[in-house]
Structure formats: C-alpha cells, structure tokens
C-alpha cells in the first residue's frame, strides 16, 4: 500500500468513527427524585426531573441520593430507555453540583 492510499485510507476511518453529533453534552438545574417507593418506578431508585420531564440517570452519586435536592449538571442524554421502566430515558451525568 502506497504512503497516500494509506493516509486515505486513515482520514477516511478517521472521519467514520468520529462526528460531532456522536456527544451532546446539555446544562441543566434539575430535581432529584426518589422513586423506590412510587409503583412501576420501584427498581429505577432515583430521577433526575427538568423540563418537566423525568429522566434515569445511568449512575448517581450518593452523595445527591437526597430526594427534593435541587441540582446543577452536565448531562448525555442517551438513545436507550431505562431497563426499570421503558417510559424513562436513560442520561449519563458528566457533572453535578448542589443548585445555588
């Protein structure tokens, strides 16, 4: 293989797996929920609620496990639905902070 048919070859693999749209990080302020006791929700534990909508975070901290608690966070939301229940979206939290 020739040193340009390689290098090609190596931009066009490149443009293939990386795009923009692959990661949209969004900034909302948003409610935590418990929902442990609420029925169809039990297995799901903790939500994330903003825009008036509920959503299932892939991975809480304990340390914002406190229902009510007002939050400020980076999240992905994800293509998938919650395996606890299928009306939730899962999102994946890249930062969180207590809301001023």
Do not use: H
């Amino acid at each position: 293989m020739t040193k340009r048919a390689f290098l090609l070859l190596f931009l066009l693999l490149g443009s293939l797996g990386c795009s923009e749209n692959d990661l949209e990080i969004i900034e909302v302020e948003a409610t935590v929920q418990d929902v442990r006791d609420v029925p169809g929700f039990e297995d799901c534990a903790w939500l994330l609620l903003f825009n008036g909508q509920q959503y299932k975070p892939s991975y809480l901290p304990p340390s914002y496990q406190e229902d009510g608690l007002q939050v400020r966070a980076k999240v992905e939301l994800l293509t998938e639905t919650a395996s606890c229940n299928s009306s939730l979206e899962l999102l994946r939290i890249e930062q969180i902070a207590l809301a001023n």
